[in-house]
């Protein structure tokens, strides 16, 4: 049975030197410092990590930025459409469906001889082409937007966490 002392105690440093087989004698070489050594180790692999941590992060921020070019991108095309679909329904459909209503016009009125069952069944029918105009404008505007880029910005600054208000 050792005494704790023994056990304990260090390793003792070689007080002769070290022969290689060449003749002369080899320096005297410490026994690696163990404790040292671990530091020195661990540290080094923090500093591999945060190195790592930092370019997944560069990463996230050049997806972030292609993201936000692409709905840009996107957004612009949607304007452009919308613009384009005003365009249309101020010239195009405006001067077709008032000669579709002019020619229903003139069928009711032959038909009802009623100047009420015409003028209203007309305004009914202008109301369906507003409400549909209306909606197709709508989903149109709807697809104008950075909602992937907000996502992608929440979950790079707050940890995968989205705010919900609870």
């Not at 990590?49 to 992060?57: C, E, I, P, V």
Request: net charge positive; proline share 4%; aromatic share 10%.
């Amino acid at each position: 049975m050792q005494s704790r002392e023994s056990s304990d105690a260090p390793a003792q440093k070689p007080t002769q030197p070290v022969y290689t087989g060449t003749g002369q004698a080899a320096p005297m070489q410490s026994p690696p410092n163990s404790a040292v050594e671990q530091a020195i180790e661990q540290l080094s692999l923090i500093a591999a990590l945060g190195h790592s941590a930092k370019q997944n992060y560069i990463n996230q921020l050049m997806l972030v930025e292609k993201i936000a070019s692409a709905e840009w991108q996107l957004t612009g095309r949607s304007l452009i459409i919308a613009a384009a679909l005003v365009v249309c329904f101020g010239a195009g459909i405006i001067l077709f469906w008032g000669s579709i209503l002019l020619v229903l016009g003139y069928l009711l009125f032959q038909l009802s001889h009623s100047v009420l069952i015409t003028a209203s069944t007309l305004v009914i029918l202008q109301f369906i082409l507003l409400f549909w105009c209306w909606r197709s404008l709508s989903y149109v505007l709807s697809q104008a937007g950075f909602s992937n880029t907000w996502q992608q910005i929440r979950l790079l600054f707050f940890n995968g966490t989205t705010r919900t208000g609870n």
